[in-house]
């Protein structure tokens, strides 16, 4: 069964840049073997995370994450079984962090800094969607 988690963390005190590209290259590794696509947002110091793949497989990823001392505070946001992927050329892509989507944060989001927390499941399918359309990515 194919199904899409999307959860939101804050990064911990012990966070770097360095963290990011390590989190990135240990996903493209990790997620390709166990055919878990998706997608990784870092912006305003909170991540968000789409996950999309075998049921069973995005559970045991999902826990795994959650061990991650790199973060903290995280919330399932949404969870649902999925006719298809959204995601499907990559294992884990990265969105710049870059001021460039900064009005796709905001054309989603309850105030002016990017609060993923507060987005209902229709905004963060509708976001996710303009963030592969039109986000800039890094990988
Ligand atoms: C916000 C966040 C998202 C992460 N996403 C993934 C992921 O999608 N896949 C993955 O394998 N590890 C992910 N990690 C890293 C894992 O927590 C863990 O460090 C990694 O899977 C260990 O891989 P290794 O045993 O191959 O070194 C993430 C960590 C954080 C903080």
Sequence with gaps: MLIQL???SRTSSVFTLDDLASILKASQRNNARV???GAL???NGIFLQQLEGDRAEVNRLYHRILTDPRHREPAVLDFAEISHRRFTTWSMGSL???ESNRHIFLKYSRSASFDPYGMGSATLQAFFSELLANGEWIV
């Design 96 to 98: 710049a962090p870059l």
């Design 35 to 37: 055919g878990v696509t």
């Design 6 to 8: 999307t959860y939101a």
């Design 41 to 43: 947002c870092l912006a």
